[in-house]
């Protein structure tokens, strides 16, 4: 990391100045996840905690089907210190068809919480999840975790939880799978970015303990990455890393998807035929579509 000078970190991590028409994705992010809530059967602002930001919105499969339907929670990104679970309803509809529940969880934002705070909400986040997912036609023994940036970072942390630690009601195996998406699983660099520390204030300590390269690989959970191949070379590093240190056991895909940047590929995943959302599909085991029915 010393051969780098901060501003080149900087570089590195900040997306939205490498995308260009960053602003019109995310404004257009927003405008489809509002329709997506306006049209959907959706229950939204669910509480997990007492707190305000321990909210969740609740998308049903949408399909005529008497099992219960697998769930897929999704943890959206933005360097845990921006957006909302409100600008990403837009990805529920199509998994929703497909024959998926989808749950999208909001935590606390840094600066107002220390990063440390953020996986212990989304810990409690997925408790509830199990507990009640089969109220709203999910199977709480088929929930998938699906991770973006920032949310690729707490999904992979989410992957090696002693969940009977957490409550001993919980199985020991609470996520059946993860798809991190341009994952951040080394935290190291961004303690040398200077626009990002100032929020997130990482130093040596919380680095190690919060960066999923420093745990113990997952035994069951196997843990899928991918990263859009117009992506930085830290974010095509960070992607790999997962793989070298835990394994093609634990890891068994970790793939660079062509033509893709750090928004462009959510649309991968919100789209049928995308390399991201079959990846989705595959661990979320769904084999039909309710347009086949």
């Not at 005529?64 to 990104?77: N, R």
């Not at 109220?135 to 991770?147: F, R, S, Y």
């Not at 997130?200 to 990263?227: G, H, I, K, M």
């Not at 995943?269 to 990846?279: F, I, K, Y």
């Amino acid at each position: 990391m010393a051969d780098h000078a901060p501003e080149w970190f900087d570089t590195q991590y900040d997306n939205r100045a490498r995308v260009a028409d960053s602003a019109q994705i995310l404004e257009r992010w927003t405008r489809a996840a509002q329709l997506s809530r306006e049209k959907s059967a959706c229950r939204l602002d669910l509480a997990y905690g007492p707190h305000a930001s321990e909210r969740l919105d609740l998308f049903p499969a949408q399909t005529e089907h008497s099992a219960l339907a697998p769930v897929l929670v999704f943890i959206h990104g933005g360097y845990w210190r921006a957006l909302d679970k409100a600008d990403h309803s837009f990805l529920a509809p199509v998994f929703t068809d497909e024959g998926a529940m989808v749950v999208i969880p909001n935590y606390a934002l840094c600066p107002g919480v220390s990063m440390e705070h953020i996986p212990l909400q989304l810990v409690q986040a997925l408790a509830w999840v199990w507990r009640h997912a089969a109220e709203h036609g999910g199977d709480p023994n088929q929930i998938v975790l699906v991770g973006h940036s920032a949310g690729g970072h707490l999904a992979a942390m989410l992957a090696c939880c002693d969940w009977k630690a957490v409550a001993p009601d919980l199985p020991r195996h609470l996520v059946k799978g993860v798809l991190s998406i341009s994952g951040l699983h080394d935290l190291e660099p961004l303690r040398h970015a200077p626009s990002f520390q100032r929020d997130l204030r990482l130093d040596a300590d919380a680095v190690r303990r919060l960066s999923p390269v420093n745990f113990p690989a997952p035994d069951e959970t196997p843990v899928y990455c991918v990263v859009g191949a117009k992506e930085s070379e830290e974010f095509k590093r960070q992607n790999g890393l997962l793989r070298q240190v835990w394994g093609a056991r634990s890891v068994p895909v970790c793939e660079e998807v062509p033509g893709l940047d750090h928004f462009s590929i959510l649309h991968d995943l919100a789209n049928p035929e995308g390399r991201s959302h079959q990846l989705a599909r595959k661990l979320l085991e769904l084999r039909w579509y309710s347009g086949l029915l």
